[in-house]
């Protein structure tokens, strides 16, 4: 009966950590530093200069990227891009299923950014904001 419990348990406790993994922008290492100025117009919409990849918009890291690095929550990120979008001005950033299909976009694209937890930064690309 309690090893019934046990997966449950163990997602929670994941699901938690993984909430709170320390976010980095990163970037192909062609692109300089940026700030995160940069990076939340980049994420909104209001730049063009670099190549945004998103994770999926329903992992834990998606929201707490937006909320770290432009104060938005999901809904509002989204009500943004649907009106970007409706408008024909450009195209939400291209969502990957996970930080290392991220990275590995991100570090064949010279103009790649992306977030990734800190723990899957590799010598492929360079971290070049942290989201405290």
């Known amino acids: ?10 997602g929670l406790l994941f ?3 993984a909430a709170r993994a320390e976010l980095v922008v990163i970037a192909n290492p062609a692109v300089g530093p940026l700030s995160k100025e940069q990076v939340a117009d980049l994420f909104l919409g209001k730049s063009s200069a670099h190549n945004p990849v998103d994770l999926p918009d329903a992992s834990p890291q998606y929201a ?3 909320k770290k690095a432009t104060g938005r929550d999901v809904a509002q990120v989204k009500s943004t891009w649907s ?3 409706f ?3 450009g195209q ?3 969502q990957l299923p996970d930080s ?4 590995k976009a991100v570090a064949a694209d010279p103009k790649g950014v992306g977030y990734v937890e800190k723990s899957a930064v590799d010598g492929s690309v360079k971290a ?3 989201l405290d």
């Open 1 to 10: 009966m309690k090893n019934r419990h046990l997966p449950l348990v163990a």
């Open 15 to 17: 699901a938690a950590f």
């Open 64 to 66: 707490e990227f937006y």
């Open 83 to 85: 009106r970007i979008v």
């Open 87 to 89: 408008s024909g001005k």
């Open 92 to 94: 939400a950033p291209r």
């Open 100 to 103: 290392v299909a991220v990275r």
């Open 128 to 130: 070049v904001l942290t």
